[in-house]
């Protein structure tokens, strides 16, 4: 008995079979910022919001980022205020078990602006100001319970111009955008897409060479 109709919808039903299934998606890592501001300015705000706005963008490519006020609270109860002053252990200790958005935090970037250092200096026509910028970061993997970097970031950069000129500030800016040159490299380089934990160290098999008798 010849079906005529069913040729074409067997031929359906094996393409549609055989084709692959769709690809899922992978979550990216969750990082998570926090900042201590401590440059003693008076324009404090402008240098910590150009840094956070700099940092956001380049771990956005890799990375879920997790509004550090998410965490805050956590870090709080465990007497972490001051990130600058928290230790390693203490952080992973307190974010270890974190859940957000039903994953766990990848990796702490714990950055801050330490207190600028700004010197005048003149000669006979000109004067300047020379700025010294100084940005500790530390890059923490938390399942990895290790540091992926650890460093102190420092730049320095002068401006002159004819008396009267416009002040440290922008001498101030110049070494910040050095030092985020440099930020954008180990972010690249050192920090990976995907965190993988370091594998348990295997304990030895130990052989005796004359086996026991049963």
């Not at 420092?154 to 985020?180: P, Y």
Request: with cysteine; proline share 8%; charged share 20%.
């Amino acid at each position: 008995m010849n079906y005529p109709g069913l040729i074409p919808v067997m031929i359906l039903f094996f393409l549609l079979s055989a084709a692959p299934a769709p690809a899922v998606e992978t979550p990216k890592p969750q990082a998570v910022i926090l900042m201590v501001n401590h440059a003693k300015t008076t324009y404090d705000n402008d240098l910590g919001h150009k840094l956070s706005q700099y940092l956001e963008k380049t771990l956005r490519k890799q990375y879920q980022l997790i509004p550090a006020k998410q965490i805050q609270p956590t870090l709080q109860k465990v007497g972490i205020i001051d990130i600058s002053t928290a230790e390693r252990a203490d952080i992973i200790a307190a974010l270890r078990n974190e859940r957000i958005n039903g994953q766990p935090i990848d990796i702490v970037l714990c950055i801050e602006i330490e207190p600028v250092i700004v010197q005048e200096w003149s000669s006979l026509l000109n004067s300047g100001h020379k700025a010294t910028l100084s940005i500790p970061l530390r890059v923490i993997d938390l399942a990895g319970d290790r540091y992926l970097y650890n460093a102190k970031l420092v730049e320095q950069a002068d401006n002159s111009s004819m008396w009267g000129g416009t002040g440290g500030r922008d001498a101030v800016f110049s070494a910040l955008d050095k030092i985020l040159k440099q930020i954008n490299n180990i972010v690249k380089k050192q920090l990976p897409a995907k965190v993988i934990p370091p594998e348990s160290p295997k304990l030895p098999v130990i052989i005796s060479p004359h086996p026991e008798q049963s």
